[in-house]
């Protein structure tokens, strides 16, 4: 394990870190429900589903694109390469980025909508966010907070229930929750752009009260 997962994997739940990365579940929240119920039933966040849903538009399940799905998949990707090479162990400059490009797609929906060929763009730029994302938080190595995917957060809440972590992987759940509720009832009520605007607020609060750990010094 590297050093900064080392040290990451020791936090609290009270650390500023594991804090930031709960508010950062809830923007993916908030971002999937923009995704799937405003942009074709594709997600930005959650690429797990995103290949069951290449799945099912290739057996002709109706309301499921290829196209919106690929385009997630390749922006996500291209995030993620982007990550593992620029912002590798350090949050900050991956939030202010994510918060651009959460402002972008919200520019994108408010001028021209998300019908037609303009949700693509809009759903590549936030996959793009998404996976700059990833790739950082991975790099930090925090148990049970990928602010992603709940899938083995909640195999070890229902598999080990005495865990000292279980508070931590109850919390991740109720995050992620907190956003897909308000990001859904915004997105039904027709306030897609609204909903992204929350996201990119609630990621740059988050890049304005976290800081990053200061490095240690050579002995």
Known sequence: MSAPKAAAAGTGD?????????GLTVVSGLIDAVSYLGLGHVFAANMTGNVVVVGFALAGAPGFSVLGSITSL????????????????RLRPALVAETALHLAAAAVVSAAGTGGNVQYPVIALLALAMGLRNATVRSLGVPDLTTTVLTMTLTGLAA???????????????????????????????RVTWALLASAALTAATWSLYREPAAPRPA
């Open 14 to 22: 009270a650390d500023p870190l594991v804090l930031a990365l709960y």
């Open 74 to 89: 390749a922006a996500f990707l291209l995030g993620a390469a982007l990550g593992g090479h620029l912002t590798a162990g």
């Open 160 to 190: 080990e229930p005495r865990s000292p972590r279980r508070r931590r992987r109850l919390l991740a759940a109720l995050a992620m929750l907190a956003g897909v509720v308000p990001g859904s009832a915004l997105v039904l009520h027709g």
